[in-house]
C-alpha cells in the first residue's frame, strides 16, 4: 500500500519522507490556501522533496482550460499528477492529458459509476472522498470496496487513492479493502504508531532498566 500525504505544507511532508513514509503528495486549492504559498512555488519545491507522484489540482471548469492549466501544472516537474475534478470537462481533461502521456488523478469522485467513467478516461488516480461521505451518514469504505470489486471485475489499471481520510481506522479500513494509496493528513499518518500498550510496556521496561544501573552508552 502506497503512502501519500495530503497537504503542502513543506516541513511535515519532510519529516515524514525522512523516514520513508511517503510515497506521494496530494493537494487541493483548499490546502494550497492554508500553506499561503503560491501554487507553483509551493508544488515545485514539494516535487523536488518527493520521488512519488505530486497531485497539483486545476482550478477552470471549462474544459480548454482545464487542458491548459494542466499542461502548466505539469510542466514543473515530471513526477507531477495533474488533479481534475470528476465532471465532464475534467475527464475530458483526464483523457487528453493522459493520451499524452501524463499522470491524471480523478478527484471529488463519490460513487461507483463516477469511478468506471475516470477508468475509461485513462485516469493513473481515482479519488474517492471516504470522509465527506461519512459526513453525509453514508459509509464512504462501501465506496472504496465498491470500486475495488468493480476495477477488479474488469481488469482496470486506474489506482484506487483512498482520499478524505481522517481517522486512522479509514487507513486499516482502506489496506483491508486492497485500496492501492491512501492520502491522508500529516496528523493521521503520525498517529498510526500509536498504541497505549506500547506505551504502558515501554513506560515498564524503561523502569525496570533504571533499577538495573546499567548503560548501553
Ligand atoms: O484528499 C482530499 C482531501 O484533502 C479532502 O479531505 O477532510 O477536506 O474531506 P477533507
Known amino acids: ?9 513543506i ?5 515524514l519522507n525522512d523516514l520513508g513514509m511517503v510515497d506521494g503528495v496530494t493537494t487541493n486549492p483548499s490546502l494550497i490556501l492554508k500553506s499561503g504559498r503560491d501554487i507553483l512555488e509551493v508544488t515545485k519545491e514539494i516535487c523536488d522533496l518527493v ?10 471548469t471549462e474544459a480548454d482550460d482545464m487542458i491548459a492549466e494542466g499542461r502548466k501544472l505539469a510542466k514543473i516537474a515530471p513526477n507531477i499528477a495533474v488533479k481534475v475534478p470528476l465532471t465532464w470537462a475534467g475527464l475530458k481533461t483526464c483523457k487528453t ?3 499524452e502521456g501524463q499522470m491524471v488523478n480523478v478527484t471529488l469522485c463519490f460513487s461507483t459509476n463516477q469511478a468506471i467513467l475516470a477508468a475509461k478516461a485513462g485516469a493513473t488516480f481515482i479519488s474517492p472522498f471516504i470522509g465527506r461521505l461519512d459526513d453525509i451518514n453514508m459509509d464512504g469504505m462501501d465506496l472504496i470496496a465498491d470500486i475495488r470489486q468493480v476495477y477488479d471485475n474488469y481488469g482496470f489499471e486506474t489506482e484506487i487513492l483512498a482520499a478524505s481520510i481522517r481517522t ?8 483491508r479493502i486492497g485500496a492501492d494509496v491512501i492520502t491522508a493528513p500529516p ?30 552508552l
Request: proline share 3%; charged share 30%; net charge negative.
Open 97 to 99: 492529458l493522459s493520451d
Open 168 to 175: 486512522v481506522n479509514h487507513v486499516t479500513d482502506s489496506a
Open 1 to 9: 500500500m502506497k503512502f501519500f500525504v495530503d497537504t503542502a505544507e
Open 51 to 60: 520521488d512519488g507522484p505530486v497531485s497539483a489540482e486545476v482550478v477552470a
Open 187 to 216: 496528523g493521521v499518518i503520525k498517529k498510526l504508531a500509536d498504541h497505549p500498550l506500547t506505551d504502558k510496556g515501554l513506560d515498564a521496561f524503561l523502569s525496570d532498566w533504571a533499577k538495573t544501573g546499567q548503560k548501553i
Open 11 to 15: 516541513d511535515a511532508i519532510a519529516e
